[in-house]
């Protein structure tokens, strides 16, 4: 629908359109059909808060806390819930301190109350490779008027994949050297006399799934009693496994074998989620508003910047504020593409979420080491080359410089500006000197940014055990003091190779951040900030 016909409908008087909701097709996109009126659905609505958070959020905020002084007003909240009724929808949930509430209702009410038109298309996805069939809209988003403000962000409407899964696997010719997680946790000496008890740790996962004896058969294999792992339906999301190893169950099993193995004290949570916008957000959202709070989140889905809305970014920054907030750290992913993050466009991208500066970016490595011993020959960027893998990193094109990062020497983008560098840290990803897993039966070797997500989560609960006390955003305690060129405590600096359009050299790089970490003086920085 235009904007002149929207203006023409009695339905559309005193409307407003929402910022950031901009949708364009995908490429390749076709019409199928007109979407059924008739069809059910229910969509995610993201609220104001009552007031900003605060960037230097002085220690952990219980829910209640966070609900009370940075949650939805109980007053936009009835708002909302008057008009969606008033227009024949359903008010499913609300959510005061993550600040959703959930709206079911038909296509065509839903279409009518956000101002949009809804199609069923196919495209061929270029984060899968597959073609996908998806619920599709064009244009812009609108809101009644008494919504103005109040509703900022309205995720589910286009149900198309968001997000793929950042894991490359090996051809077993190609592997020069592979590493259990127990022995990575000796190169990166993770503190001795912690595994991860007393802790949680969530994975976010938009597909796939795990049956628990390959969970046994893996861990028992290490020696390990491994951890308790259960599966948390969202959205009507769950453990499906689908009996592929080079599918979405091979990052569902890399997640937990990677965090299970390194954290075996700790309680995994795994969230499944529809691989939407809406799916996605409501996932984080879930993990990170659990009580009791995870010490970690891990998250290994992602794609560049620029295939997300602004609202649905704006959105998930705002939810890792909210784990912030809450005491939890979330570790993401920095992408497997290199520089380009496999834009078409071939320029320079940073892959969302881990550019979100409420989000712990980790990028990649490839490593030769000793497994026996831990020792290290050598460490440099992951880079196999254009289509075979290489770290993702770079400079927000949407999110401005942190003041934490300040000091670290970022570089400027195209036309100037300086915006959040990605990554923070990094860890091994390389699938040649990647990590042995087993997916659905099957023993290989997988490696990607995928793999550092989950490692740096399981780190972080061992840090969080050894301090009795949550981290929240680690990045202000991490680049305290930072300057360019100079290497920050507790981490051993990556000096060697490019990810593109980006070199590493000494401190703090757009190819592997800061580093890799060396637990123990890691621990010995966080204790010094207490």
Known sequence: MSEDEAAATPEAVHRHTLPGSERAPLPGAEKVADLSGEEQIQVTLVLRRRAELPEDLPGPLSRDELAERYGADPAD???VTRTVRAAGG????ADPASRRVLVGGSASILQTLFGTRLEVATA??????????????????SVPGDLQGVVTAVLGLDDRPQARARLQSARAEAVSVSYTPPELGKVYRFPVGTDGSGQRVAIIELGGGFAQSDLDAYFSGLGLSGPKVTAVGVDGADNQPGGDPNGADGEVLL????????APGATVLVYFAPNTDAGFLDAVSDAAHAQPAPAAISISWGQSEDGWTGQARQA?????????????????AAGDDGSTDRATDQKAHCD?????PHALACGGTSLQADPADGSVTSEVVWNNGTGRGATGGGVSDTFPLPSWQRGAGVPARAGGQIGRGVPDVSGDADPRTGYDVLIDGTRTVIGGTSAVAPLWAALTARLVQALGRPLGQMQPVLYAGVAAGVVQPGFRDIVTGSNGQYQAGAGWDACTGLGVPDGDALLAVLRGHA
């Open 77 to 79: 909240i009835e708002a």
């Open 90 to 93: 359903r008010v499913v949930s």
């Open 124 to 141: 061929p996805d270029r984060l899968s490779g597959r073609e996908v069939r998806y619920r599709a809209r064009e244009g812009t988003l």
């Open 255 to 262: 997640d937990i074998e990677v965090v299970g193995a390194l």
């Open 316 to 332: 998930m920054d705002a939810a890792f504020a909210d784990a912030a907030a809450l005491g939890v750290t979330v570790t993401a």
């Open 352 to 356: 969302f979420p881990a550019s979100s």
